[in-house]
C-alpha cells in the first residue's frame, strides 16, 4: 500500500511539474517549400526542441511558404503575427527583401535568416554587430560572390565562367550592378546563368567554368541532372553553399560541412536567450566560421586536374562515387572484350589459321599436277640433214604434262595427321583464351581491390584529420598538449603517404587492364562493380556454399564432382587425346606403310610448234614425222626398304604416345591437387570475410568510443590512433577477403572450364542440376 501512495504522489508531481510548464509558440516563415528543406526543418525543430523544450511546451505552427513573392511574405508574417506566435523564424532571401522594404513594427520577436550574400550587405545596409531594432535580429553568414570566383580561379584559371543563379534572386537583389562592379577589373567573362522554376538549365556553349550560386528552384534529381552535364562537358564547377552539392559530384566549395548545423545552433541559442526575456535589439547578428576549401577528387580526376601531394593535406577531400556519365563496364563485358582484343589471343588464332593451311596442304596431294613447258632447239645444218627429218635447223616443241595421285598411304596419313594437330591447335587456344579470362577477372578484382583501398585511406585520412582537430580543441580547453598535436601532424603526413600509394596501385592495376584489352596506357575506364559481395542474389548462393562447405561429406563429394567436370571439360585434356590421335596415326603409317603400294597416274601431250631449216625434207618412201604426240602411263612403287628409317620412327613414335599418356596422367593429379587447393581456399576466405566482418563492427564503435574519450582526457593520443589503425586495417582485411573470395572462386571456374559469368543461363543451370543430382546420388 505504501509503494503504490509513493507512486500516486510522483506521477502527481509529474502531471503538476508539466502543466506548470509555458507554452511557447513559433511561426516559421520560408521562401518555397521542398523535400530539402523539410528536412532541415525537421533538424532544426529537434535542435530547438533539445535546447528549449526542456522549460517550454514548443507548439510549432504551420510552415508558411511565400513562393519567393516578398508581398506575400508580408501576409505571412501578419498571419503568424494574428495567430499568436509567440516568436517568429524568418528564412529566404525574398522574406529578408520584404523585411528591408516594410516599415514593420516587430510586435512579435522576429529571427531572420536571409542568407543574404555579405557582397551586397551595403546595399541592404545590415552591417551592425546587432540589429539595434526592437525584437527584431537576424544573421549575417560568410557567403560572398567575390571570395567564391577568387578561390574558384586559384584552383581552375578560366576565362569565361557561368554563374547559376535562381532568377528571383536577380530581381529581388542588386547581384547584377554589384557583379558589374566588382569584376570589372578582373581578367575573365562572366555570364549570368538564371534558374527558372520546372525549366532545365541551358548552359552557354562558350563558358568555360561554372559557378553554381542559388539553384533552390531545382529538385534534387534537376540538380543532379545539371551536375551532370557539366561534368559531361569537362567544366570544372564550384558551390557556394556548401559540401553536399560537392558531393553531388560538383568539383569544390569553399563553405564547410558543419555550417548548416552551426547556423541551427545559433538560432536555437538565440531563440533561447529571447525566451529568457532578452530583446533581440541586442543579440549578436554575425555566423563566424572558418572557411575550408573541399575538392571532389572524382571529379578533378575526371577533369584532368592535378591534386598535389600537400593539397591533399591542406584541402578537405571528397571521393564520393558519383555518375559523370561515363561507360562503366561490368566483368563480362571485359571479359568479351578481351577475346576479341587481345593481342595473345591474336597470336593463337594466327595458329589456328596456320594449322588450317596445313590440313589444305595435305589435302593438295591429291590434287592433279599439271605442267606446260616449252623449247627451241637449233641444230647444225650437216647434222639436220642427216636426221632424215627427224630433227630439223630450227624447232620449237611444247608438252604439257599430268601427275595425279590416285593412292598414297603417306598423303593420306599426313590429311589425318594434320586434322588432328588443328583441332589439337584448337584446343590449345582454348586453354589460352580460359587462363586470359581468369587474368582479366583477376586484374579487374585486383582493380576493384586497389579502388576499394583508396577509399578506405581517403576515410582514414579524413578521420585524422577530425581527431588533429579534437587535439586542438583540447589544447584549447587545456586538456591536451603540443605533443598530441604533432603526434596527429605525423599521422596526417603518414596517411597522406598511404594514400598516395593506394592511388598509385589502382594506376598501375589500369595499366593491367589496358595491356590484356589492347587499349592504350592512358585510358583509365570505369569498373562496375557488379561482383560486390552481398548483394541479394550473391549472398544467396554465398550462404549456400558456407552450408554446402561446411558439411564434411558434402565437400569431398562437391570436390569429386568438380574434378569429374574439370577432366572433361579441360581443353588440355582434349588436346592431348588429338596429339594421341595424330601420333597414333604416324605409328601406323611407320609400321604398314612399307607394305602400301603408291599408284599414280602420269600423262604427257606433246606438240611441235615450229619446223624449218636443212633436214626438212624426207628421203622417198619415209612417211610424215607427225607434229603431235601423247603418252599415258600408270606407275605403282612400294617402299619394300628405306635404310631402316621407318622402324625408327616406329619407335620414336611409339615412345611419344606414352609420353603423352604420361602427360595426361600428369595433368590430371594436378587438376586434382588444384580443385582440392581451391576449395580450401574458398574456405579460408569465407573465415576471412566472416571474422573480418565482426572485427570491423568491435573496431568502428572502439574508434568512435576512443574520440570521446579522447576529447574528454580519458585515454592518451596513442590510444585513439591505435584504435584508429585498428580501423584501418580491419576495413582493409574486410575488403580484401571480399574480392579474394571471388578472384579464388574465378581460379575455380577456370580449373573446370566452365566461367558461369559469360556461359548462358542454360548451362548454368544444367551445371547446377549435375552437381546436384551427383551430390544427392
Given at each position: 500500500?505504501?509503494?503504490?501512495?509513493?507512486?500516486?504522489?510522483?506521477?502527481?508531481?509529474?502531471?503538476?511539474?508539466?502543466?506548470?510548464?509555458?507554452?511557447?509558440?513559433?511561426?516559421?516563415?520560408?521562401?518555397?517549400?521542398?523535400?530539402?528543406?523539410?528536412?532541415?526543418?525537421?533538424?532544426?525543430?529537434?535542435?530547438?526542441?533539445?535546447?528549449?523544450?526542456?522549460?517550454?511546451?514548443?507548439?510549432?505552427?504551420?510552415?508558411?511558404?511565400?513562393?519567393?513573392?516578398?508581398?506575400?511574405?508580408?501576409?505571412?508574417?501578419?498571419?503568424?503575427?494574428?495567430?499568436?506566435?509567440?516568436?517568429?523564424?524568418?528564412?529566404?532571401?525574398?522574406?529578408?527583401?520584404?523585411?528591408?522594404?516594410?516599415?514593420?513594427?516587430?510586435?512579435?520577436?522576429?529571427?531572420?535568416?536571409?542568407?543574404?550574400?555579405?557582397?551586397?550587405?551595403?546595399?541592404?545596409?545590415?552591417?551592425?554587430?546587432?540589429?539595434?531594432?526592437?525584437?527584431?535580429?537576424?544573421?549575417?553568414?560568410?557567403?560572398?560572390?567575390?571570395?567564391?570566383?577568387?578561390?574558384?580561379?586559384?584552383?581552375?584559371?578560366?576565362?569565361?565562367?557561368?554563374?547559376?543563379?535562381?532568377?528571383?534572386?536577380?530581381?529581388?537583389?542588386?547581384?547584377?550592378?554589384?557583379?558589374?562592379?566588382?569584376?570589372?577589373?578582373?581578367?575573365?567573362?562572366?555570364?549570368?546563368?538564371?534558374?527558372?522554376?520546372?525549366?532545365?538549365?541551358?548552359?552557354?556553349?562558350?563558358?568555360?567554368?561554372?559557378?553554381?550560386?542559388?539553384?533552390?528552384?531545382?529538385?534534387?534529381?534537376?540538380?543532379?541532372?545539371?551536375?551532370?552535364?557539366?561534368?559531361?562537358?569537362?567544366?570544372?564547377?564550384?558551390?557556394?553553399?556548401?559540401?553536399?552539392?560537392?558531393?553531388?559530384?560538383?568539383?569544390?566549395?569553399?563553405?564547410?560541412?558543419?555550417?548548416?548545423?552551426?547556423?541551427?545552433?545559433?538560432?536555437?541559442?538565440?531563440?533561447?536567450?529571447?525566451?529568457?526575456?532578452?530583446?533581440?535589439?541586442?543579440?549578436?547578428?554575425?555566423?563566424?566560421?572558418?572557411?575550408?576549401?573541399?575538392?571532389?577528387?572524382?571529379?578533378?580526376?575526371?577533369?584532368?586536374?592535378?591534386?598535389?601531394?600537400?593539397?591533399?593535406?591542406?584541402?578537405?577531400?571528397?571521393?564520393?562515387?558519383?555518375?559523370?556519365?561515363?561507360?562503366?563496364?561490368?566483368?563480362?563485358?571485359?571479359?568479351?572484350?578481351?577475346?576479341?582484343?587481345?593481342?595473345?589471343?591474336?597470336?593463337?588464332?594466327?595458329?589456328?589459321?596456320?594449322?588450317?593451311?596445313?590440313?589444305?596442304?595435305?589435302?593438295?596431294?591429291?590434287?592433279?599436277?599439271?605442267?606446260?613447258?616449252?623449247?627451241?632447239?637449233?641444230?647444225?645444218?650437216?647434222?639436220?640433214?642427216l636426221s632424215f627429218g627427224q630433227n630439223p635447223e630450227y624447232m620449237v616443241n611444247g608438252n604439257v604434262q599430268l601427275n595425279q595421285t590416285i593412292y598414297s598411304a603417306a598423303a593420306s596419313a599426313n590429311i589425318s595427321i594434320s586434322k588432328s594437330n588443328l583441332k589439337a591447335q584448337k584446343e590449345e587456344y582454348n586453354a589460352k583464351e580460359l587462363d586470359a579470362l581468369l587474368e582479366i577477372g583477376t586484374a579487374y578484382f585486383n582493380t576493384l581491390i586497389f579502388d576499394a583501398n583508396k577509399h578506405i585511406q581517403f576515410q582514414n585520412l579524413s578521420l585524422t584529420k577530425e581527431n588533429l582537430k579534437l587535439s586542438e580543441?583540447?589544447?584549447?580547453?587545456?586538456?591536451?598538449?603540443?605533443?598530441?598535436?604533432?603526434?596527429?601532424?605525423?599521422?596526417?603526413?603518414?596517411?597522406?603517404?598511404?594514400?598516395?600509394?593506394?592511388?598509385?596501385?589502382?594506376?598501375?592495376?589500369?595499366?593491367?587492364?589496358?595491356?590484356?584489352?589492347?587499349?592504350?596506357?592512358?585510358?583509365?575506364?570505369?569498373?562496375?562493380?557488379?561482383?560486390?559481395?552481398?548483394?541479394?542474389?550473391?549472398?544467396?548462393?554465398?550462404?549456400?556454399?558456407?552450408?554446402?562447405?561446411?558439411?564434411?561429406?558434402?565437400?569431398?563429394?562437391?570436390?569429386?564432382?568438380?574434378?569429374?567436370?574439370?577432366?572433361?571439360?579441360?581443353?588440355?585434356?582434349?588436346?592431348?587425346?588429338?596429339?594421341?590421335?595424330?601420333?597414333?596415326?604416324?605409328?601406323?603409317?611407320?609400321?604398314?606403310?612399307?607394305?602400301?603400294?603408291?599408284?599414280?597416274?602420269?600423262?604427257?601431250?606433246?606438240?611441235?610448234?615450229?619446223?624449218?631449216?636443212?633436214?626438212?625434207?624426207?628421203?622417198?618412201?619415209?612417211?610424215?614425222?607427225?607434229?603431235?604426240?601423247?603418252?599415258?602411263?600408270?606407275?605403282?612403287?612400294?617402299?619394300?626398304?628405306?635404310?631402316?628409317?621407318?622402324?625408327?620412327?616406329?619407335?620414336?613414335?611409339?615412345?611419344?604416345?606414352?609420353?603423352?599418356?604420361?602427360?595426361?596422367?600428369?595433368?590430371?593429379?594436378?587438376?586434382?591437387?588444384?580443385?582440392?587447393?581451391?576449395?580450401?581456399?574458398?574456405?579460408?576466405?569465407?573465415?576471412?570475410?566472416?571474422?573480418?566482418?565482426?572485427?570491423?563492427?568491435?573496431?568502428?564503435?572502439?574508434?568512435?568510443?576512443?574520440?570521446?574519450?579522447?576529447?574528454?582526457?580519458?585515454?592518451?593520443?596513442?590510444?585513439?590512433?591505435?584504435?584508429?589503425?585498428?580501423?584501418?586495417?580491419?576495413?582493409?582485411?574486410?575488403?580484401?577477403?571480399?574480392?579474394?573470395?571471388?578472384?579464388?572462386?574465378?581460379?575455380?571456374?577456370?580449373?573446370?572450364?566452365?566461367?558461369?559469368?559469360?556461359?548462358?543461363?542454360?548451362?548454368?543451370?544444367?551445371?547446377?542440376?549435375?552437381?546436384?543430382?551427383?551430390?544427392?546420388?
Amino acid at each position: 500500500m505504501k509503494k503504490y501512495l509513493l507512486l500516486t504522489c510522483y506521477v502527481f508531481m509529474l502531471s503538476l511539474s508539466l502543466f506548470a510548464q509555458e507554452k511557447l509558440s513559433i511561426g516559421i516563415m520560408v521562401d518555397a517549400k521542398s523535400i530539402d528543406n523539410q528536412t532541415l526543418y525537421e533538424q532544426l525543430t529537434s535542435e530547438i526542441n533539445h535546447l528549449v523544450g526542456k522549460e517550454y511546451v514548443i507548439d510549432f505552427q504551420e510552415v508558411l511558404s511565400c513562393d519567393n513573392d516578398p508581398q506575400k511574405a508580408r501576409l505571412n508574417y501578419k498571419t503568424l503575427v494574428d495567430n499568436k506566435a509567440d516568436i517568429i523564424l524568418s528564412f529566404g532571401i525574398a522574406n529578408s527583401i520584404m523585411f528591408y522594404e516594410s516599415n514593420i513594427e516587430f510586435e512579435v520577436p522576429t529571427i531572420l535568416l536571409g542568407f543574404v550574400n555579405k557582397d551586397i550587405i551595403d546595399e541592404i545596409p545590415f552591417r551592425q554587430k546587432s540589429s539595434g531594432i526592437k525584437n527584431f535580429t537576424y544573421f549575417i553568414t560568410p557567403y560572398s560572390y567575390k571570395d567564391d570566383l577568387k578561390d574558384f580561379s586559384q584552383l581552375v584559371k578560366y576565362q569565361h565562367v557561368g554563374i547559376v543563379v535562381d532568377d528571383y534572386v536577380l530581381e529581388l537583389t542588386p547581384i547584377v550592378s554589384f557583379l558589374e562592379h566588382a569584376l570589372a577589373a578582373e581578367d575573365f567573362k562572366y555570364t549570368l546563368i538564371p534558374v527558372q522554376k520546372g525549366q532545365k538549365v541551358d548552359l552557354p556553349s562558350d563558358i568555360d567554368a561554372v559557378y553554381v550560386n542559388s539553384v533552390s528552384q531545382l529538385s534534387k534529381s534537376e540538380l543532379l541532372d545539371l551536375i551532370t552535364e557539366i561534368n559531361t562537358k569537362k567544366l570544372p564547377s564550384f558551390s557556394a553553399y556548401g559540401v553536399k552539392e560537392v558531393e553531388m559530384g560538383i568539383l569544390a566549395t569553399n563553405q564547410p560541412k558543419v555550417n548548416i548545423d552551426q547556423i541551427f545552433r545559433r538560432i536555437a541559442l538565440t531563440l533561447e536567450a529571447i525566451s529568457s526575456g532578452e530583446d533581440a535589439a541586442t543579440l549578436p547578428v554575425e555566423i563566424n566560421y572558418d572557411k575550408e576549401l573541399t575538392i571532389n577528387l572524382q571529379v578533378a580526376d575526371w577533369l584532368g586536374l592535378n591534386v598535389t601531394n600537400s593539397e591533399l593535406v591542406q584541402y578537405n577531400l571528397v571521393d564520393e562515387k558519383i555518375n559523370l556519365n561515363q561507360e562503366q563496364f561490368s566483368l563480362k563485358q571485359l571479359m568479351n572484350l578481351m577475346v576479341n582484343q587481345n593481342l595473345e589471343l591474336d597470336v593463337e588464332r594466327k595458329n589456328i589459321e596456320l594449322k588450317n593451311q596445313e590440313v589444305k596442304l595435305s589435302k593438295s596431294n591429291y590434287l592433279p599436277e599439271v605442267a606446260v613447258n616449252a623449247g627451241g632447239n637449233y641444230l647444225n645444218p650437216e647434222m639436220a640433214e642427216l636426221s632424215f627429218g627427224q630433227n630439223p635447223e630450227y624447232m620449237v616443241n611444247g608438252n604439257v604434262q599430268l601427275n595425279q595421285t590416285i593412292y598414297s598411304a603417306a598423303a593420306s596419313a599426313n590429311i589425318s595427321i594434320s586434322k588432328s594437330n588443328l583441332k589439337a591447335q584448337k584446343e590449345e587456344y582454348n586453354a589460352k583464351e580460359l587462363d586470359a579470362l581468369l587474368e582479366i577477372g583477376t586484374a579487374y578484382f585486383n582493380t576493384l581491390i586497389f579502388d576499394a583501398n583508396k577509399h578506405i585511406q581517403f576515410q582514414n585520412l579524413s578521420l585524422t584529420k577530425e581527431n588533429l582537430k579534437l587535439s586542438e580543441q583540447n589544447i584549447e580547453l587545456g586538456v591536451g598538449g603540443k605533443s598530441d598535436l604533432l603526434r596527429f601532424r605525423s599521422q596526417l603526413a603518414q596517411n597522406t603517404q598511404s594514400m598516395i600509394e593506394a592511388k598509385n596501385a589502382e594506376a598501375q592495376s589500369h595499366l593491367v587492364l589496358n595491356q590484356l584489352l589492347n587499349l592504350p596506357m592512358e585510358e583509365n575506364i570505369a569498373l562496375k562493380d557488379s561482383l560486390m559481395l552481398f548483394n541479394e542474389k550473391t549472398l544467396s548462393e554465398y550462404n549456400a556454399l558456407i552450408s554446402l562447405l561446411d558439411n564434411p561429406r558434402d565437400r569431398m563429394l562437391l570436390i569429386d564432382f568438380l574434378v569429374d567436370e574439370a577432366k572433361v571439360n579441360a581443353p588440355e585434356l582434349k588436346g592431348i587425346e588429338y596429339s594421341k590421335e595424330a601420333i597414333n596415326r604416324n605409328y601406323k603409317l611407320q609400321k604398314n606403310g612399307r607394305f602400301l603400294p603408291t599408284v599414280a597416274l602420269q600423262g604427257q601431250y606433246n606438240q611441235f610448234l615450229y619446223r624449218d631449216g636443212a633436214g626438212m625434207n624426207l628421203p622417198a618412201g619415209f612417211p610424215d614425222v607427225p607434229l603431235n604426240n601423247y603418252t599415258v602411263g600408270v606407275n605403282v612403287s612400294i617402299p619394300i626398304f628405306q635404310q631402316n628409317t621407318r622402324n625408327i620412327n616406329q619407335q620414336k613414335t611409339k615412345i611419344q604416345y606414352d609420353q603423352l599418356l604420361v602427360q595426361k596422367n600428369q595433368f590430371e593429379v594436378g587438376i586434382d591437387k588444384y580443385i582440392h587447393e581451391i576449395i580450401l581456399a574458398l574456405t579460408n576466405e569465407i573465415a576471412n570475410i566472416e571474422i573480418s566482418k565482426s572485427n570491423l563492427e568491435v573496431s568502428q564503435e572502439n574508434v568512435a568510443l576512443s574520440q570521446d574519450e579522447y576529447a574528454n582526457g580519458i585515454i592518451p593520443v596513442i590510444q585513439l590512433i591505435d584504435a584508429q589503425n585498428d580501423f584501418l586495417e580491419t576495413q582493409l582485411a574486410l575488403t580484401t577477403a571480399q574480392y579474394n573470395y571471388f578472384m579464388v572462386s574465378l581460379q575455380l571456374q577456370r580449373a573446370i572450364g566452365h566461367f558461369f559469368i559469360i556461359s548462358s543461363e542454360e548451362k548454368n543451370t544444367a551445371f547446377m542440376a549435375r552437381a546436384m543430382k551427383y551430390i544427392r546420388q
